[in-house]
T-cell receptor, first 111, second 117 residues
Framework: GQQLNQSPQSMFIQEGEDVSMNCTSS?????WLWYKQDPGEGPVLLIA?????ELTSNGRLTAQFGITRKDSFLNISASIPSDVGIYFC???????????FGQGTRLTINP | GAVVSQHPSWVICKSGTSVKIECRSL??????MFWYRQFPKQSLMLMAT?????????EQGVEKDKFLINHASLTLSTLTVTSAHPEDSSFYIC?????????????FGPGTRLLVL
């Protein structure tokens, strides 16, 4: 089935560092969503993107909808311990109901 | 953001029993809800798409008679795991799609952890 390639799979960083992760696909999406999931909980929506080239921020988080509509990235600036978790990208194809998910990026922060 | 609740948050049951999980959109109406299953350290696996007032659409490999879905109202969908067995133990997460204007997004519930003994 349709897949999104999310990278990196895991990151080990120092507190205060910036983080960048991305998702790519061979298909064109009309919506990109970024979620964070903590252990034992459901994913929480961080940022939603609806237009090619759109750049949206949510506090220290910034995400962009790629101009080709086949990719998206998420940046976290000045990481803090509570940023630890798994980040998922998700995209929706034109006319589709369901989301396609990336494999997730596991973020670990050393204090 | 919009809130989706799920109940129960965890359940332990004996093999052979049925378990019902409820998913509610608390502050918006959701014509479409989704049920996912997640194994440890893996991404979310879509089981079925539930549309209010119609039959659910199941993903390939998901037994519809095993996982019964009912979407009786615009704010409630239920997943019933029938005759549960240990291999059904997993983390089940529902999601509701909010539509408004030109923008649509999808919010997740907190998940239900099922352990079948």
């Amino acid at each position: 089935g349709q897949q999104l390639n999310q990278s990196p799979q895991s990151m080990f960083i120092q507190e205060g560092e910036d983080v960048s992760m991305n998702c790519t696909s061979s298909s064109i999406f009309n919506t990109w969503l970024w979620y964070k999931q903590d252990p034992g909980e459901g994913p929480v929506l961080l940022i939603a993107l609806y237009k090619a080239g759109e750049l949206t921020s949510n506090g220290r988080l910034t995400a962009q909808f790629g101009i080709t509509r086949k990719d998206s990235f998420l940046n976290i600036s000045a990481s803090i311990p509570s940023d630890v978790g798994i980040y998922f990208c998700a995209g929706r194809l034109e006319g589709a109901q369901k989301l396609v998910f990336g494999q997730g990026t596991r973020l670990t922060i050393n204090p | 953001g919009a809130v989706v609740s799920q109940h129960p948050s965890w359940v332990i049951c004996k093999s052979g029993t049925s378990v019902k999980i409820e998913c509610r959109s608390l502050d918006f109406q959701a014509t479409t809800m989704f049920w996912y299953r997640q194994f440890p350290k893996q991404s979310l696996m879509l089981m079925a798409t539930s549309n209010e007032g119609s039959k659910a659409t199941y993903e390939q490999g998901v037994e519809k008679d095993k996982f019964l879905i009912n979407h009786a109202s615009l704010t409630l969908s239920t997943l019933t795991v029938t005759s549960a067995h240990p291999e059904d133990s997993s983390f089940y997460i529902c999601s509701a799609r909010e539509t408004g204007g030109r923008q649509e997004t999808q919010y997740f519930g907190p998940g239900t952890r099922l352990l079948v003994l």
